[in-house]
T-cell receptor, first 120, second 111 residues
Framework: GAGVSQTPSNKVTEKGKYVELRCDPISGHTALYWYRQSLGQGPEFLIYFQGTGAADDSGLPNDRFFAVRPEGSVSTLKIQRTERGDSAVYLC??????????????????FGPGTRLTVL | ELKVEQNPLFLSMQEEKNYTIYCNYSTTSDRLYWYRQDPGKSLESLFVLLSNGAVKQEGRLMASLDTKARLSTLHITAAVHDLSATYFCAVEMDSSYKLIFGSGTRLLVRP
Protein backbone atom coordinates (compact mmCIF):
# COMPACT_ATOMS: atom_id res chain seq x y z
CA GLY A 1 0.00 0.00 0.00
CA ALA A 2 0.95 3.65 -0.14
CA GLY A 3 3.54 4.83 2.33
CA VAL A 4 4.01 8.18 3.99
CA SER A 5 4.26 10.94 1.44
CA GLN A 6 5.70 14.43 1.86
CA THR A 7 5.56 17.50 -0.31
CA PRO A 8 7.47 19.29 -1.59
CA SER A 9 10.52 17.07 -1.85
CA ASN A 10 12.73 20.14 -2.03
CA LYS A 11 12.11 23.69 -0.89
CA VAL A 12 14.48 26.59 -1.34
CA THR A 13 13.54 29.83 0.35
CA GLU A 14 15.08 33.08 1.43
CA LYS A 15 15.85 34.04 4.99
CA GLY A 16 12.82 35.58 6.65
CA LYS A 17 10.22 33.86 4.47
CA TYR A 18 7.39 31.59 5.59
CA VAL A 19 7.23 27.93 4.51
CA GLU A 20 4.77 25.08 4.83
CA LEU A 21 5.71 21.43 4.62
CA ARG A 22 3.04 18.79 4.11
CA CYS A 23 2.81 15.20 5.30
CA ASP A 24 0.32 12.53 4.23
CA PRO A 25 0.49 9.59 6.65
CA ILE A 26 -0.30 5.99 5.90
CA SER A 27 -4.06 5.53 5.74
CA GLY A 28 -5.48 4.53 9.10
CA HIS A 29 -2.45 5.60 11.12
CA THR A 30 -3.55 7.87 13.93
CA ALA A 31 -0.11 8.76 15.24
CA LEU A 32 2.02 11.22 13.27
CA TYR A 33 5.50 12.53 14.02
CA TRP A 34 7.77 15.23 12.66
CA TYR A 35 11.55 14.99 12.88
CA ARG A 36 14.38 17.14 11.58
CA GLN A 37 17.62 15.67 10.27
CA SER A 38 20.73 17.76 9.79
CA LEU A 39 23.57 16.56 7.58
CA GLY A 40 25.46 13.68 9.16
CA GLN A 41 23.14 13.44 12.14
CA GLY A 42 20.27 11.27 13.27
CA PRO A 43 16.73 12.62 13.14
CA GLU A 44 15.67 14.89 16.01
CA PHE A 45 12.12 14.75 17.32
CA LEU A 46 9.98 17.84 16.80
CA ILE A 47 6.33 17.02 17.50
CA TYR A 48 3.93 14.09 17.88
CA PHE A 49 0.22 14.06 17.05
CA GLN A 50 -2.33 11.56 18.26
CA GLY A 51 -5.37 12.21 16.11
CA THR A 52 -5.89 15.94 15.74
CA GLY A 53 -4.09 17.00 18.88
CA ALA A 54 -0.42 17.59 19.50
CA ALA A 55 0.37 15.13 22.26
CA ASP A 56 3.98 16.27 22.58
CA ASP A 57 5.51 19.36 20.99
CA SER A 58 8.56 19.50 23.23
CA GLY A 59 10.97 19.19 20.30
CA LEU A 60 9.88 22.33 18.47
CA PRO A 61 12.95 24.59 18.70
CA ASN A 62 11.09 27.89 19.15
CA ASP A 63 7.81 29.65 18.47
CA ARG A 64 8.62 30.13 14.79
CA PHE A 65 7.73 26.47 14.34
CA PHE A 66 4.14 25.30 14.40
CA ALA A 67 2.34 22.20 13.19
CA VAL A 68 -1.29 21.31 12.66
CA ARG A 69 -3.33 18.24 11.84
CA PRO A 70 -6.89 19.57 11.68
CA GLU A 71 -8.68 16.42 10.49
CA GLY A 72 -6.43 13.81 12.05
CA SER A 73 -4.81 12.81 8.77
CA VAL A 74 -2.67 15.26 6.76
CA SER A 75 -0.31 17.42 8.78
CA THR A 76 1.41 20.68 7.93
CA LEU A 77 4.61 21.93 9.54
CA LYS A 78 4.83 25.69 9.36
CA ILE A 79 7.98 27.72 9.82
CA GLN A 80 7.83 31.50 10.12
CA ARG A 81 10.69 33.94 9.52
CA THR A 82 13.00 31.18 8.35
CA GLU A 83 16.66 31.29 9.30
CA ARG A 84 19.66 29.66 7.66
CA GLY A 85 19.93 27.33 10.64
CA ASP A 86 16.53 25.88 9.76
CA SER A 87 18.07 24.22 6.69
CA ALA A 88 17.69 20.46 7.10
CA VAL A 89 15.65 17.51 5.92
CA TYR A 90 12.26 17.44 7.60
CA LEU A 91 10.95 13.92 8.03
CA CYS A 92 7.43 12.82 8.79
CA UNK A 93 6.53 9.42 10.20
CA UNK A 94 3.29 7.67 11.11
CA UNK A 95 2.27 4.64 13.11
CA UNK A 96 -0.97 2.92 14.14
CA UNK A 97 -2.59 4.12 17.32
CA UNK A 98 -0.25 3.12 20.16
CA UNK A 99 -3.20 2.48 22.43
CA UNK A 100 -4.72 -0.09 20.12
CA UNK A 101 -1.64 -2.24 19.72
CA UNK A 102 -0.18 -4.68 22.17
CA UNK A 103 3.36 -4.10 21.07
CA UNK A 104 5.39 -5.53 18.27
CA UNK A 105 6.20 -4.40 14.80
CA UNK A 106 2.99 -2.38 14.59
CA UNK A 107 4.65 0.11 16.93
CA UNK A 108 7.16 0.93 14.23
CA UNK A 109 7.22 4.46 12.93
CA UNK A 110 7.20 4.50 9.13
CA PHE A 111 9.06 7.40 7.63
CA GLY A 112 8.33 9.45 4.55
CA PRO A 113 10.94 10.53 1.99
CA GLY A 114 11.44 13.90 3.64
CA THR A 115 11.45 17.52 2.51
CA ARG A 116 14.87 19.08 2.04
CA LEU A 117 14.59 22.70 3.16
CA THR A 118 17.31 25.14 2.16
CA VAL A 119 17.23 28.66 3.55
CA LEU A 120 19.47 31.03 1.63
CA GLU B 1 17.87 13.42 29.39
CA LEU B 2 18.07 10.31 27.27
CA LYS B 3 21.23 10.05 25.20
CA VAL B 4 21.92 7.45 22.54
CA GLU B 5 25.44 6.71 21.39
CA GLN B 6 26.49 4.55 18.51
CA ASN B 7 29.90 3.23 17.68
CA PRO B 8 31.65 3.12 15.47
CA LEU B 9 30.45 6.18 13.56
CA PHE B 10 32.12 4.96 10.41
CA LEU B 11 32.93 1.40 9.43
CA SER B 12 34.72 0.26 6.33
CA MET B 13 34.76 -3.50 5.98
CA GLN B 14 35.50 -6.10 3.39
CA GLU B 15 32.90 -8.35 1.90
CA GLU B 16 32.40 -11.67 3.65
CA LYS B 17 33.66 -10.27 6.98
CA ASN B 18 31.65 -10.05 10.19
CA TYR B 19 31.26 -7.00 12.37
CA THR B 20 29.12 -5.52 15.14
CA ILE B 21 27.67 -2.05 15.60
CA TYR B 22 26.95 -0.97 19.18
CA CYS B 23 24.19 1.24 20.52
CA ASN B 24 24.32 2.45 24.13
CA TYR B 25 21.64 4.53 25.79
CA SER B 26 21.60 6.42 29.05
CA THR B 27 18.24 5.78 30.74
CA THR B 28 15.77 2.95 31.04
CA SER B 29 13.83 2.07 27.94
CA ASP B 30 12.23 -1.15 26.77
CA ARG B 31 11.87 -0.31 23.10
CA LEU B 32 14.69 -0.01 20.66
CA TYR B 33 14.55 0.34 16.90
CA TRP B 34 17.08 -0.11 14.14
CA TYR B 35 16.72 1.77 10.87
CA ARG B 36 18.67 1.82 7.64
CA GLN B 37 19.15 4.94 5.52
CA ASP B 38 20.59 5.00 2.03
CA PRO B 39 22.12 8.28 0.76
CA GLY B 40 19.43 10.81 -0.06
CA LYS B 41 16.68 8.44 1.04
CA SER B 42 14.43 8.12 4.04
CA LEU B 43 14.67 5.65 6.89
CA GLU B 44 13.71 2.03 6.44
CA SER B 45 12.69 0.06 9.51
CA LEU B 46 14.84 -3.01 10.14
CA PHE B 47 14.05 -4.26 13.65
CA VAL B 48 11.91 -3.49 16.66
CA LEU B 49 13.23 -4.88 19.93
CA LEU B 50 10.71 -4.81 22.75
CA SER B 51 12.11 -6.71 25.69
CA ASN B 52 15.28 -7.70 27.44
CA GLY B 53 17.03 -10.50 25.62
CA ALA B 54 15.14 -9.91 22.39
CA VAL B 55 16.96 -11.11 19.30
CA LYS B 56 15.80 -10.66 15.73
CA GLN B 57 17.41 -11.71 12.49
CA GLU B 58 16.81 -10.80 8.89
CA GLY B 59 19.22 -12.09 6.30
CA ARG B 60 22.77 -11.11 7.23
CA LEU B 61 21.68 -8.77 10.02
CA MET B 62 20.93 -9.75 13.60
CA ALA B 63 19.92 -7.34 16.35
CA SER B 64 19.81 -7.94 20.08
CA LEU B 65 18.81 -5.98 23.16
CA ASP B 66 20.12 -6.04 26.72
CA THR B 67 18.00 -3.59 28.70
CA LYS B 68 19.98 -4.09 31.89
CA ALA B 69 23.21 -3.06 30.17
CA ARG B 70 21.30 -0.47 28.10
CA LEU B 71 22.95 -1.90 25.02
CA SER B 72 21.82 -3.08 21.65
CA THR B 73 23.99 -4.64 18.99
CA LEU B 74 23.55 -5.00 15.25
CA HIS B 75 25.66 -7.87 13.97
CA ILE B 76 26.57 -8.18 10.33
CA THR B 77 27.46 -11.61 9.03
CA ALA B 78 29.42 -12.12 5.81
CA ALA B 79 28.89 -8.58 4.62
CA VAL B 80 27.95 -7.82 1.03
CA HIS B 81 28.13 -4.53 -0.85
CA ASP B 82 24.34 -4.10 -0.75
CA LEU B 83 24.56 -3.57 3.00
CA SER B 84 26.44 -0.30 2.51
CA ALA B 85 24.26 2.38 4.15
CA THR B 86 23.93 4.36 7.37
CA TYR B 87 22.40 2.46 10.28
CA PHE B 88 20.62 4.24 13.10
CA CYS B 89 19.43 2.95 16.42
CA ALA B 90 16.61 4.80 18.15
CA VAL B 91 15.31 4.48 21.68
CA GLU B 92 11.78 5.29 22.74
CA MET B 93 11.73 7.81 25.55
CA ASP B 94 9.57 7.03 28.61
CA SER B 95 6.99 5.10 26.57
CA SER B 96 6.21 8.43 24.98
CA TYR B 97 6.56 7.24 21.37
CA LYS B 98 9.20 9.93 20.93
CA LEU B 99 12.30 8.37 19.40
CA ILE B 100 15.78 9.53 20.32
CA PHE B 101 18.22 8.60 17.58
CA GLY B 102 21.91 7.90 17.68
CA SER B 103 24.23 9.71 15.29
CA GLY B 104 24.30 6.74 12.95
CA THR B 105 26.96 4.33 11.77
CA ARG B 106 27.99 4.77 8.18
CA LEU B 107 28.85 1.34 6.82
CA LEU B 108 30.88 0.86 3.66
CA VAL B 109 31.38 -2.68 2.41
CA ARG B 110 34.34 -2.97 0.06
CA PRO B 111 34.80 -5.72 -2.52
Amino acid sequence: GAGVSQTPSNKVTEKGKYVELRCDPISGHTALYWYRQSLGQGPEFLIYFQGTGAADDSGLPNDRFFAVRPEGSVSTLKIQRTERGDSAVYLCASSPSPWLTSGGDTDTQYFGPGTRLTVL
Amino acid sequence: ELKVEQNPLFLSMQEEKNYTIYCNYSTTSDRLYWYRQDPGKSLESLFVLLSNGAVKQEGRLMASLDTKARLSTLHITAAVHDLSATYFCAVEMDSSYKLIFGSGTRLLVRP
